[in-house]
């Protein structure tokens, strides 16, 4: 097997590559003035099976399209298998039709991938179950739960005082598929109403009985209104300690600040994303999603 990287997450990519034991190849990469990209991987790839590392995070077009470049030249080189390893799908939220007359985005993208050569796709944490049925090449998922789970244990083992909590409907079998990870815990869900134009929310409605500890668990925080909304309306309703995981830190806008203002009293992520230190903050602890990785590829 060899495994390369593209430049959106080069951390990551060497972590799964230690996991792996294998050394990372390299790849040439160049940026010509006018924004043109032009890759050359710098390894021999004839008859193997080849990983591509590139999760599609902001800025989301750039890191496609080298993505695309990164599985043509590998399947243009001779190799047997190639594997699109995106630990976050840039465009996943698109994956259907809102209003008449848009773009079903994804699927652009997923064609995208495989006419350039993926064969197999690996994602993490993705935003619907139904996406893999937009691939027409094998999919794993996997799932960074089982490391919130084992946070969940660190920080109690009582859970007649804590709650798991979905702040988006969409979330529900997530948070019931933790609940199996994490035992015998009650879960609220967060009903939200968002303008698909200005992207503000408001939450319409808590579902559930809200305890004092409160688990907030979402596949991904973008602008952190999500997060933050369902913070003060859970506050509302009794919880007073409230602990954030999300798979995915896109943090745009001002994400950052918002959470570390939040009443969060920690906020963990996984470095599907490579966050850079300006939008690190004090309550933000990173878990790595590198091991789960590796082994669904050996
Ligand atoms: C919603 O569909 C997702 O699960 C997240 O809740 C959402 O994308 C978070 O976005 P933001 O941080 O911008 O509120």
Do not use: W
Request: charged residues 25%; hydrophobic residues 40%.
């Amino acid at each position: 097997m060899k495994i390369f990287s593209g430049s959106s997450n080069e951390p990551l990519a060497q972590k799964i590559a230690a996991q792996l034991g294998i050394p990372l190849s390299t790849v040439e990469n160049h940026v010509f003035p006018d924004g043109e990209r032009r890759v050359k991987l710098q390894d021999d790839v004839v008859g193997e099976d080849v990983v591509i590392v590139q999760p599609t995070c902001p800025p989301v077009d750039t890191n496609q399209i080298e993505l695309c470049f990164l599985l043509d030249a590998a399947r243009r080189s001779g190799a047997r298998q190639v594997t699109a390893v995106v630990p976050y799908l840039g465009y996943q939220r698109q994956d259907h039709i809102f209003r008449e007359g848009e773009a079903r985005s994804l699927e652009v993208i997923v064609k995208m991938m495989e006419t350039s050569g993926a064969s197999g796709f690996l994602g993490v944490d993705l935003h619907s179950i139904k996406i893999p049925e937009l691939f027409s090449i094998g999919v794993t998922h996997i799932s960074a739960l089982p490391l919130f789970a084992e946070k969940i244990h660190e920080f109690t083992d009582d859970f007649s005082q804590a709650c798991l909590v979905t702040p988006d409907m969409g979330g529900i079998r997530r948070i019931e598929l933790l609940k199996d990870l994490v035992g015998d815990i009650d879960f609220v869900s967060v009903e939200k109403d968002r303008d698909i134009v200005t992207g503000e929310i408001q939450v319409a409605k808590v579902h559930g009985t809200v305890k004092k500890t409160c688990f907030i668990v979402d596949d991904m925080i973008s602008s952190g209104k999500t997060i933050a909304e369902s913070i003060s309306a859970l506050s509302a309703q009794g919880g007073k300690r409230f602990i954030v995981m999300a798979t995915h830190p896109v943090f745009s806008d001002k994400a950052p600040k918002l959470l570390q203002d939040s009443g969060a009293e920690r906020v963990f992520v996984t470095d599907t994303i490579q966050i850079p230190d300006k939008k690190r903050f004090q309550k933000l602890e990173v878990l790595s999603v590198a091991q789960l990785i590796a082994s669904s590829l050996s």
